[in-house]
C-alpha cells in the first residue's frame, strides 16, 4: 500500500492525537525516529509543522530525590552487598558508576583524587558485607 506525503502527515499527527499519555521525552524520539524515516526513504513532510500537532498538554516528569521510607525499605529488602552499595553511595555522594571500578582497597587509600566521608551507618553495613563474604570463607585482602 502507498500513500501520500499528506496521508503519512496525518496519520502521524493522528497518532500522537490518539496516545495522548506518551511523555514528551517519548513524544520528541518517536517524532525523530519518524523524521529519518522519512528522510532516509526521500519522503518530504513539512516537519516544522508536525510537531505543532502533537500533544504538549503531557505534564513534564519531574525527577525526586527518595524520601527516608522510601530508602528504608530499599535497605530492607537488600542483601549485604546491596545495601553497603547503596548506603556507601547515599552517604558519600560518590556517583553510581564508580562502583564498577571500586576496590576495596580505595576504602583505605587517603591521598588520592577523591576524598569523601560516609556515615557510621554505611561504615558498619560495608563492614557486615565484608564479615558476610569472610563467615563464607572468601579471603578478603
Not at 499527527?13 to 506518551?22: A, D, M, S, V
Not at 516537519?47 to 503531557?58: A, L, Q, R, S
Not at 530492607?76 to 552487598?81: K, L, M, Q, T, V
Not at 553497603?84 to 558508576?97: I, K, P
Amino acid at each position: 500500500m502507498t500513500m501520500t506525503p499528506e496521508e503519512l502527515r496525518d496519520k502521524i499527527i493522528k497518532y500522537f492525537h490518539e496516545h495522548k499519555e506518551i511523555s514528551r521525552s517519548s513524544q520528541r524520539l518517536r517524532l525523530a525516529t519518524l523524521k529519518h524515516f522519512c528522510e532516509m526513504n526521500d519522503i518530504i513532510l513539512n516537519w516544522k509543522k508536525i510537531p505543532k500537532f502533537v500533544n504538549t498538554d503531557t505534564p513534564k516528569i519531574i525527577d525526586r530525590g527518595y524520601n527516608h521510607e522510601e530508602i528504608k525499605r530499599l535497605i530492607d529488602y537488600s542483601d549485604h552487598r546491596i545495601k553497603a552499595c547503596f548506603l556507601f553511595l547515599a552517604s558519600t555522594g560518590v556517583r553510581a558508576g564508580a562502583l564498577r571500578d571500586f576496590k576495596l582497597r580505595h576504602l583505605e587509600d587517603k591521598g588520592e583524587e577523591y576524598i569523601t566521608f560516609m556515615t557510621p551507618e554505611s561504615k558498619r553495613a560495608i563492614d557486615n558485607y565484608l564479615e558476610f563474604r569472610k563467615r563464607n570463607g572468601e579471603l578478603i585482602g
